[in-house]
């Protein structure tokens, strides 16, 4: 929810779309040939192992799922391969709003955009554009344009971007975050609701239109997740815009949840009736604070709701590991800090029918690698218990595992043995790796074992076993 391509010349408007665009035509059969190797490339996403990634499965359900994307760590390994192994779509997090791409008037800068664009299109996925008109993280020059101006500048701000992106960006956020909090229902002050009135979202899509005809647009919005003022007011100006014409495909619901702020009742509801005005729907923004079970029980929850609303064309997680998330200290993603696989993403996975368990959390891993984790309670006293839990490799040699152990409070991991423990943020979720006993021949088996103060009941929660 929070801040440019390769080229990084200046320009206050007027250029054409993006070269490669203009290029297709000219190279012929030459393109065709490239386009078939490309293909061919991208190939290991949809082969006998798609099942095992978060792309792939949403992809055996017609869906995109995606993550956002920080410029500044494209750089480091671990990231980039969980991002190219696992998702299908990419959001810029910060890179393509107003103050990164226009920050001073007629003169943009798109270097790191097309930093994140150019990464996610050699690997054949898509890219949602991010956010056109929004009252925050603008540069100072626009609030202080008069009415006239101001029109202007959003107009041409939005089909300069658009036009380098043109044809290339599956789903552009038009407008963000228009609406109040609370019970009012009325629009957010900002400087294009103070000074353009209501029609200046009418009058955004209408130049989002017109820039890329081939762009789904959509409105984006938090806390519209369930039916509520907020989200009313938002049904009734899609209701109205479709009943006039007005051009909008879609509506982004941002769904970030924590436990004062829990994924709603009526969140499948809520999306169908959006879906039930024919635009899709789309969830923008995923993350759900928390940890253990509880997380991975509310993941697997708004992922079922998605696939239950037919027009609910994809999902889209707000970062990838804990630690680049806006909201770290409540651990909301599907990758802990070391970019093990949470028991948030075995629900995940599992709820899109994928197989968890299918390759190394901290890299692309070996496809045929795998393994199962069984938990027993080896001895038992009044305040406490030894546990234990036995690794067994599948049909191939493994040459390393991990495993998350998820405690309920008030119990506490004292000591761990023939295992290496690491912690989350909030000390409740122990990611296991070998010590000296990682590499096992096929059919093969090791364990782990571990001293729990604080009760005998109930017993932990233990992930599907990742191998490597």
Known sequence: MRMIRRRTRTRAGGAGPRTRGRLRAALGATTTALLTVTALAALPQTTAHAADTLGAAAAGQGRYFGAAVAANHLGEAQYVAT?????????????????????????????RADQIFDHAKSRGMDVRGHTLVWHSQLPGW????GASDLRSAMNNHITQVMTHYKGEIHSWDVVNEAFQDGNSGARRSSPFQDKLGNGFIEEAFRTARAADPDAKLCYNDYNTDGVNAKSNAVYTMVRDFKSRGVPIDCVGFQSHFNPNSPVPSDYRANLQ???????????????????????ATDYGNVVRACLAVTRCTGITVWGIPDKYSWRSSGTPLLFDDNYNKKPAYDAVLSALGGTPGGGDPGGPGDPDAACTATYSTAEQWSGGYNGKVTITAGSAPITGWSVNVTMTPPQKVLTVWNGSPTWDSGGNVMTVRPSWNGSLAAGASTSFGFTVNGGTAPPPQVSACTAS
């Open 83 to 111: 991002l190219d192994r696992e998702f299908t779509s990419v959001t810029a997090e910060n890179e393509m709003k107003w103050d990164a791409l226009e920050p001073s008037r007629g003169s943009f800068s798109f270097s």
């Open 142 to 145: 626009v609030s202080g344009l």
């Open 273 to 295: 009736r959006f879906a039930d005005l024919g635009v899709d729907v789309q969830i923008t923004e995923l993350d759900i604070e928390g940890s253990g079970q509880a997380q």
